[in-house]
């Protein structure tokens, strides 16, 4: 059975860091794309960055880009979000899945709630 669990969230001040975690049950993620959403309090679903299994580029929306860095440990069987200088626009729930796009993905996990507030 294919399983993702995130892990991580909390809650943080502004300019703040967090690492979340989205580990890999019953698949190995060193051959699937691994995507982070979000969905802020009353917003929908967005995509936040990206890992691609097949050549191990990196994508990230504008609002992170240069604070939040995605990277994937095959040992671990797990894919990372590390988050920096956090601002209270980037708070809501993260959830990873087995894409780049929501569209595409097939397995999603339960998410981790990250709040930035002071």
């Known amino acids: 059975q294919v399983q993702l669990v995130e892990s991580g969230g909390g809650l943080v001040q502004p300019g703040g860091s967090l690492r979340l975690s989205c580990a890999a049950s019953?698949?190995?993620?060193?051959?699937?794309?691994i995507g982070w959403f979000r969905r802020a309090p009353g917003g929908v679903r967005e995509g936040v960055s990206c890992i691609v299994s097949s050549d191990g580029s990196t994508h990230y929306i504008d609002p992170v880009k240069g604070r939040f860095t995605i990277s994937r440990d095959n040992a671990k069987n797990t894919v990372f979000l590390q988050m920096n200088s956090l601002q209270p626009e980037d708070t809501g729930v993260y959830y990873c899945a087995d894409a780049c796009r929501s569209s595409g993905a097939t397995s999603w996990g339960q998410g981790t709630q990250v709040t930035v507030s002071s």
């Open positions: 019953g698949f190995s993620l060193e051959h699937y794309t």
